[in-house]
């Protein structure tokens, strides 16, 4: 029954700033690791950063200084922030809860869009 559902995106000018939210239902968001990935046109989905149970985050080099993950374990929600973003952030943006309490899970959010226009 678990569900994540992203939303935030659109579309910005370079420069500009956008935020990102993955809400879940269910009751093992506390328990998760929260990856956000990307996929641009014609590109591999990479990894763009994690923020897990204790709140530790890391961020692929591309985007690091820039953007900023979150989570709020009350509202079962996380967040990616993304500032000062570049044409080239362009891309589909998904999330994905990952844990293994109980045995191994993983849950996709289905992407928003973030366009950054120059």
């Known amino acids: 029954q678990v569900q994540l559902v992203e939303s935030g995106g659109g579309l910005v000018q370079a420069g500009g700033s956008l935020r990102l939210s993955c809400a879940a239902s269910g009751s093992i968001f506390s328990i998760s690791t929260l990856d956000w990935y990307r996929q641009a046109p014609g590109k591999q989905r990479d990894l763009v950063g994690s923020?897990?149970?204790?709140?530790?985050?890391n961020y692929a080099d591309s985007v690091k200084g820039r953007f900023t993950i979150s989570r709020d374990n009350a509202k079962n929600t996380a967040y990616l922030q993304m500032n000062s973003l570049k044409p080239e952030d362009t891309a589909v943006y998904y999330c994905r809860l990952t844990g293994r309490r109980y045995g191994f899970f993983e849950y996709w959010g289905q992407g928003t869009q973030v366009t950054v226009s120059s």
């Open positions: 923020i897990t149970i204790g709140g530790t985050t």
